[in-house]
């Protein structure tokens, strides 16, 4: 594995509630077991940072909030957000805007773990992102119910995503 002593923060895009703290939990032991900073940057929710979901026999829940808080009363973290993305390609502008540079980590599932690999990628090569951006990819589990998820927004971001934001002017 690379070097991690200079990650400098932990990327957790957001999700629905449950992955989300898998997410988180996989942020934090990943953060113990190497001994790196306690920073992490919430990555995309939209403009509405009170958008909410129904959860059987609770009231609505801001599973944005909710993860944050998750973060805060279980560790001592440092919590950034980014609350204007609306998907993984503005998650990655949005985050990582020209100048930042340097070592992060990002955590999700292996299937949007090669998708963000793709963004990235396609990110530096059009100049929207620094070069020097390092990611350190951290796997979560894999759920099934993601698979079908993953294919339609590979194809999604081919059509659409790619020539929208990466296109050559």
């Known amino acids: 594995m690379k070097s991690l002593e200079d990650i400098k ?11 989300n703290i ?6 934090i ?6 001994n790196l ?3 992490c940057v919430v990555a995309g929710f939209g403009p509405d940072m009170n958008i909410a979901l129904e959860n059987p026999g609770k009231d609505k829940l801001n599973y944005h909030e909710g993860l944050q808080n998750y973060l805060i009363h279980k ?3 440092m919590i950034c957000s980014d609350i204007r993305s609306l998907n993984s390609i503005e998650n990655i502008l949005e985050v990582f805007p020209k100048g930042i ?19 990235i990628k ?10 020097d951006i390092e990611i350190v990819y951290i796997p979560t589990k894999q759920h099934p119910k993601w698979i079908v998820h993953e ?6 971001y081919h059509l659409k995503g790619k020539p929208k934001y990466f296109r050559k002017k």
């Open 75 to 77: 560790t001592d973290w």
């Open 122 to 131: 396609d990110a530096k090569k059009a100049g929207k992102i620094s070069e």
């Open 101 to 119: 540079e340097g070592k992060y980590a990002l955590v999700s599932y292996p299937l949007h773990l090669m998708r963000f690999k793709r963004i």
């Open 37 to 39: 900073p306690k920073r």
């Open 9 to 19: 923060a932990i990327i957790i895009p957001t999700c629905d509630d449950v992955e």
């Open 22 to 27: 898998e997410r988180a939990k996989t942020a």
């Open 29 to 34: 032991e990943f953060s113990k077991k190497h």
């Open 151 to 156: 294919v339609l927004s590979n194809i999604k």
